[in-house]
Every structure is written in structure tokens, then in C-alpha cells.
């Protein structure tokens, strides 16, 4: 059945580059697109960036200049690399699958920026 | 685009039966879906483009609308309803979600 699964660091100083890895399984990531989808503690969900399945990105202009969104096909992973963090980044990171919509989530990886 | 999600919180009995909004700032056709998320769950899509349905999910939920304003319908709350319901558009890039509905416990 289709799974993702976040894995990463729980806790990230303020000014380091938080580094965060999807694995998914069920699918192919050329055939799907992969996002990732950022929740601040009891606040709205926002959308990061996207893999699409022929290996482009897209990114929100909110994170441009410090994300970076990549993947291995043939590990069946899609990488996340934000630099700069800083507190207002703590928050939940999922990555979720869907062209259109999101149809399956992970179950998200906690993120706290602290010293 | 902004998603506009009213009213922010609803408080409600189960057996009722009611409709979430969302409006957006400008048209996006029907590319727009809703979403329930449980405390501590990831979320779950429950309608898809305005108003198609998902394979799984009770047919007491139901979507409508076009252009700039939707709903969402439940008929008859369930007591594993209660949960915040958000709205998100895949008209144009970023992505964009609403700030979410709280549906709770009257």
C-alpha cells in the first residue's frame, strides 16, 4: 500500500540547515508528484515546495531562497534542505503524495529551532 | 490566492447537519479540495475538486461551489466528526490552504 514516511533531526539550532528525507513505498516517485507541507503548532497548514514526477521543482517564492528539494529514484526518496533556520520554523514537516490534491500523507516529523 | 475559512470555530450536536465555507480571493474554478485533520493525525482529503467524492470517506460529506466560494456539507454529525476542516486550492502556484474550521462538541 502507498506510504511516506518523514525522518530527520528533532531538534536544529538557529542558523543551521535543517535536513529532512521522505521514503515512500506503494509508488513511484515518476509517476507522482511528492510535496512538502509545513504546520506550525495549532496553526494552518502551508504549503513548501513540490517534486513533480519528471524531476522539476516548484517552489513556494515564501522559502525560495533558502529550500532546496530533491530526490533518489531509485531509493525512493525526496529531500527536503532549508537553510537559515530560525525559530518561526519550528513546526511539523510532512510530506504528502498527489498532482491536483494530496491523496496520502506522512505522519509528519516534528521540527524544534533551538539553541 | 487566500483561502477565507468561516466561521472559525462551530460548535455543534451530533445529528445536526451543516455546512463550512470558503471563499477565495480570486476564481479557481472547482480546483479546490477539503480536508479533515484529527489532533495529532496528518490530514485527509475528503472532497476533491469542489465536489467529487473519495473512495473511503462516508457519503455524509458533500462539497459544492465554483468560481470563488465553496462548501462544505455534512449531513449529520458523527461524534468522530469533530476535528478542524481546512480548504485548499491547486488552482495556481503555491498551493494554498485555508486557516481552517474547528468543529466542536456543543
Known sequence: ?115 | IMLTQSPATLSVTPGESISLSCRASQSISTNLHWYQQKPNESPRVLIKYASQSISGIPSRFSGSGSGTDFTLNINRVEPEDFSVYYCQQSNSWPWTFGGGTKLELK
Open chain 1, 1 to 115: 500500500q502507498v506510504q511516506l514516511k518523514e525522518s530527520g533531526p528533532g531538534l536544529v539550532q538557529p542558523s543551521q540547515t535543517l535536513s529532512l528525507t521522505c521514503t515512500v513505498s506503494g509508488f513511484s516517485l515518476t509517476s507522482y508528484s511528492v510535496h512538502w507541507v509545513r504546520q506550525h503548532s495549532g496553526k494552518s497548514l502551508e504549503w513548501m515546495g513540490r517534486m513533480w514526477s519528471d524531476g522539476d521543482t516548484s517552489y513556494n517564492s515564501a522559502f525560495t531562497s533558502r529550500l532546496s528539494i530533491s530526490r533518489d529514484t531509485s531509493k525512493s526518496q525526496v529531500f527536503l534542505k532549508m537553510n537559515s533556520l530560525q525559530t518561526e520554523d519550528t513546526g511539523t514537516y510532512y510530506c504528502a503524495r498527489g498532482d491536483g490534491y494530496t491523496d496520502y500523507w506522512g505522519q509528519g516529523v516534528m521540527v524544534t529551532v533551538s539553541s
